[in-house]
């Protein structure tokens, strides 16, 4: 199968293939991460190698950055985390303007422009994910940032609708993907400049690394990242590279199964006493349901739910076998996460609950008996 084709394959054909070089005779098949810091350069009045030095390039951040980039649609600049991906965006374009930043969005993104950026003369504005994006907000703006599914709230921003405003005011539109992940959402189609994603969570999908992303439509705009990542030195390990790109061939079946298991969980959740406010974006009735249809490709395991207090959370996590206490999302194994202790303006029994490559029944079986038992 050439790479034309595999770019118009289904999603788990794309993402098994993705990011692989055509058969060589004798290459392998599963190649490893190249954990080279420095390359050969030969003798004065060689041409500069694409790979020099560890900081510049890495043939195995070019295979992720050519499987992920497929998805997305884009030209794809991996990063040594989210946040590094996400600082690297805003820093590069707050010189031109203001920031727009979602106001229930993850904190650390907020974290950093007040803590960092503000205090360089940047003007940072927060909106929340739901507003609309009107005139007033967006004067003088060089940069929106959405985060679509929001995170914990799983709120829905209307991204068409985002990438028209923010063009009509000449801002740059990028959207932080990090919940449906490339196959669940393509930004980029939909009108953004940039998507941007912590690939810690469904992508990578094991829990044992720490990366991002970038994906830009623009390649000069590629490029300026990329230049931007070498002086920050913000740089993804080879490993953690490699880690990734092989947790990206199975991304397909575990969406798959982690949105089977959501939608069984928020069936069983959504009457049950001992819990409130439901939210998962793919459930027809669901106050986010009829922006996220317009515009995801498929759901995910992400949801959340609200206990009275942080008395039944603590009772549901000690009770569950199969649920782990853990922040983070979208690995093999279910976790909850208590997100007021955090910071998250909200209320003290929020939980934002990924569900895991677990069976359903099995998982089922086990929140609803947890459950009982903060009761
Ligand atoms: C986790 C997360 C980030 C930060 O990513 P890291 O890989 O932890 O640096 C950014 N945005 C969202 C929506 C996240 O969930």
């Known amino acids: 199968m050439s790479e034309g084709d595999v770019g118009r394959a289904g999603d788990g ?83 031109s303007g203001a920031l727009v930043l979602p106001s229930d969005g993850y904190y650390l993104a907020r974290a950093l422009a007040h803590g960092e950026l503000a205090p360089l003369g940047v003007e940072v504005r927060e909106v929340p994910t739901t507003a609309e994006l009107t005139p007033e907000v967006l004067d003088g703006a060089a940069l929106v940032l959405l985060e679509t599914p929001s995170n914990p709230g799983l709120d ?11 063009r009509e ?49 623009d390649p000069d705009l590629a490029a300026r990242l990329r230049e931007a990542r070498a002086r920050g030195g913000a740089v993804p390990g080879p490993m953690e590279t490699w880690l990734a790109l092989r947790g990206l061939g199975t991304l397909d079946l575990r969406l798959a199964r982690q949105a089977e298991n959501a939608a069984a969980l928020v069936e069983a959740l959504l009457d049950h006493p001992a819990v409130t406010d439901v939210r998962w974006p793919g459930r027809p009735d669901d106050p986010a349901h009829a922006v996220a249809v317009k515009q995801m490709r498929r759901w995910n395991g992400v949801l959340r739910f609200t206990f009275p207090s942080e008395a039944e959370v603590g009772a549901f996590l000690q009770a569950s076998r199969l649920v782990g206490s853990a922040t983070s999302f ?30 359903p029944g099995d998982l089922v079986a086990d929140v609803l008996a947890a459950l009982d038992a903060t009761r």
């Open 13 to 95: 054909t794309r993402c098994v293939h993705g990011g692989h070089l055509p058969p060589a005779l004798g290459a392998p098949m599963h190649p490893g991460p190249v954990l080279s810091s420095t390359f050969h350069l030969g003798v004065p009045g060689d041409p500069l190698p694409t790979d020099y030095y560890g900081r510049a390039d890495n043939p195995t951040w070019r295979a992720l950055e050519d499987a992920v980039g497929a998805l997305d649609g884009g030209e794809c600049v991996v990063f040594a985390s989210g946040m590094a991906a996400i600082a690297a965006v805003l820093r590069l374009t707050a010189r």
């Open 156 to 166: 829905v921003a209307d991204i068409a609708a985002a990438a028209a405003a923010a």
């Open 169 to 217: 005011a000449g801002a740059l539109l990028a959207v932080d993907n990090t919940t449906a992940t490339p196959l669940g959402q393509q930004p980029l189609a939909l009108g953004a400049d940039l998507a941007v994603a912590s690939d810690t969570k469904a992508l990578s999908g094991h829990g044992d690394v720490v990366l991002g992303h970038v994906t830009a439509r």
């Open 330 to 359: 979208g690995g093999l194994r279910s976790s909850a996460d208590r997100r007021e202790r955090w910071g998250d303006a909200v209320a003290p029994g929020l939980v934002r609950f990924s569900a895991g490559c677990e069976d």
